[in-house]
């Protein structure tokens, strides 16, 4: 795998179908969970690889945007999984349209809830802001914090679904809900963040059922869409599995089934910090959005498509 991983990270432009070579090369076990994964029957909403190669490895970096693994192994890595379950996105309005995401702690910005933070981060559905959502959010561990205490915490609305009543999925399926754009999306954005909605948080039926909420940013403008919120945050914590990722396990979660988050963990700055490695994929990027972007697989400026939806 590592090799053929080295190999699609010299292809960073790359599409997909001109990675249908290495795609195939990818190992049997491997190919068939992701491609099984991707058909979006899961229950608990994840999957666990392990054993990964991560390769030589630089400092932690210690602020946003140092592009210290250009053309790494790992990347490839990710390219490959993204681009097996769907396509690898990024989007112009986060991180300029970086398609491999840095999770590391930043100094002075502990308490962001976003990949510079180190304090909890709460169950949410990444972007929950965004017409076009990733399908997948892949996660791959290059260390651990110092202490190995840090955990990536997944919940999925389909295990949850039954600690709700009737009536409180029923509320949550209504178009009242608000969602605020996410830090990662609005740092460079004078005034109040900027919302999107109304929407509903659960759509679709058991066995497919699905979530569009983050306990950070989505809100209620009446009681009952408060209480609902609070029994369905009460509800992924009761199902919530803690996964520990050591150096070389990638997660990949279903962003329309489970939500996730992120247990504290203490920061030293000395250069051997927990380091993560973040991307999205997309199962289906509509040909009129990729007729819009100025660059290969970065989804445009929501200021552009937001009146679509």
Avoid at 124 to 147: A, I, K, M, S, Y
Avoid at 183 to 193: D, E, L, Q, V, Y
Avoid at 233 to 253: H, I, N, Q
Wanted: hydrophobic share 40%; with cysteine.
């Amino acid at each position: 795998m590592w090799e053929l991983s080295v190999q699609a990270a010299k292809l960073p432009g790359a599409e997909t179908a001109e990675l249908a070579d290495l795609l195939l090369d990818v190992p049997v076990a491997v190919r068939d969970g992701l491609l099984n994964f991707a058909e979006g029957g899961s229950r608990e909403g994840y999957i666990l690889l392990r054993g990964l190669v991560t390769g030589e490895l630089p400092a932690t970096p210690d602020r946003h945007g140092a592009q210290v693994l250009e053309r790494h192994g790992t990347s490839g890595t990710l390219m490959l999984v993204a681009d097996l379950v769907g396509s690898l996105i990024g989007y112009q309005d986060e991180k300029n349209g970086a398609l491999i995401h840095e999770v590391h702690p930043v100094k002075g910005e502990e308490t962001r809830i976003e990949n510079s933070g180190s304090v909890a981060f709460d169950f949410h559905t990444e972007n929950v802001h965004h017409p076009l959502r990733p399908d997948f959010l892949g996660l791959l561990c290059l260390r651990q914090d110092h202490d190995g205490v840090a955990a990536t915490r997944v919940a999925s609305v389909r295990e949850a679904q039954d600690l709700l009543t009737g009536e409180q999925q029923e509320v949550l399926r209504d178009a009242r809900y608000n969602s605020a754009y996410p830090t990662s999306f609005s740092r460079n954005i004078a005034g109040p963040r900027p919302t999107a909605g109304p929407h509903p948080v659960l759509f679709g039926r058991d066995p497919d059922l699905f979530m569009r909420f983050n306990s950070h940013n989505t809100t209620a403008p009446d009681p009952e869409g408060a209480e609902a919120l609070r029994a369905l945050s009460a509800a992924l914590e009761s199902v919530c599995k803690d996964v520990v990722l050591e150096p070389g396990d990638l997660v990949l979660v279903d962003n329309h089934i489970a939500a996730h988050g992120r247990s504290s963990f203490t920061p030293r700055y000395d250069g051997e910090d927990r380091w993560l490695r973040r991307c999205y994929s997309l199962r289906a990027v509509p040909r009129w959005a990729e007729r819009m972007m100025s660059r290969k697989r970065v989804i445009p400026e929501l200021a552009k498509i937001a009146g679509i939806f």
